[in-house]
């Protein structure tokens, strides 16, 4: 089955600088990678997401990269805010209209410091 | 409109004992899913549903049942608790039309088992 590495566990930027999370899998027919921001005490909740056929998507300060040679897809924030502090995780899938497993990758605790 | 309403938040089991995790979504997804989250393992899939009378099994379903017997609801049950089932429980939901509309999570069920 599928199998997605995150790095890194921890990272701490200085608000307003950037931070960078990178994510690989290992099936080459993954075709959906979802980035999810879970809050202290909330259910994940999906900030960005990047289909097969596109190689980069950006939402105002986020952005997601996706190299499917390597097999890596990447999440950049820029301008960091303190509300951006959370644990953000990366996913991919297979879409087959609901017969597909959404694997996560372990997370990673992104601390945004004052 | 509620979202994904999970209850209860907090429980705490004997081992050996059964409980029912309740899951209900007011969305009119077709497709709901269980995950457990355990720290450094990201979340991984127990079971998944695709539409009412449908169910399959994730990555862990070891020690878990599920039904779904409406669109609305999909609980898990734990039929003898163990300690390795202690853990934070998340039902997730999602449109089957289109590819790989995001997840809609609820805000999980925090199960101790003793």
């Known amino acids: 089955g599928e199998n997605v590495e995150q790095h890194p566990s921890t990272l701490s930027v200085q608000e307003g600088d950037s931070a960078v999370i990178k994510c690989t899998y290992s099936?080459?027919?993954?075709?959906?990678f979802p980035w999810y921001k879970q809050e202290l005490g909330k259910g994940p909740q999906l900030i960005i997401d990047i289909r097969s056929n596109v190689g980069e998507k950006k939402d105002q300060r986020i952005a997601v990269t996706l190299n499917k040679t390597a097999k890596h897809f990447s999440l950049h924030i820029t301008e960091t805010q303190p509300e951006d502090s959370a644990v953000y995780f990366c996913a991919a899938s297979k879409t087959n209209f609901g017969n597909e497993k959404l694997t996560f990758g372990t997370g990673t605790r992104l601390t945004i410091i004052p | 409109n509620a979202g994904v309403t999970q209850t209860p938040k907090f429980q705490v089991l004997k081992t050996g004992q059964s409980m029912t995790l309740q899951c209900a979504q007011d969305?009119?997804?077709?497709?709901m899913s269980w995950y457990r989250q355990d720290p450094g393992m990201g979340l991984r899939l127990i079971h998944y549903s695709v539409g009412a009378g449908i169910t399959d099994q994730g990555e862990v379903p070891n020690g878990y049942n599920v039904s779904r017997s409406t669109t609305e609801d999909f609980p898990l049950r734990l039929l003898s608790a163990a300690p390795s089932q202690t853990s934070v429980y998340f039902c997730?939901?999602?449109?089957?039309?289109?590819?790989?509309?995001?997840?809609?999570f609820g805000s999980g069920t925090r199960l101790t088992v003793v």
């Open positions: 099936d080459s027919a993954s075709n959906y």
């Open positions: 997730a939901s999602r449109r089957l039309s289109g590819t790989g509309d995001g997840y809609t």
């Open positions: 969305m009119n997804h077709e497709y």
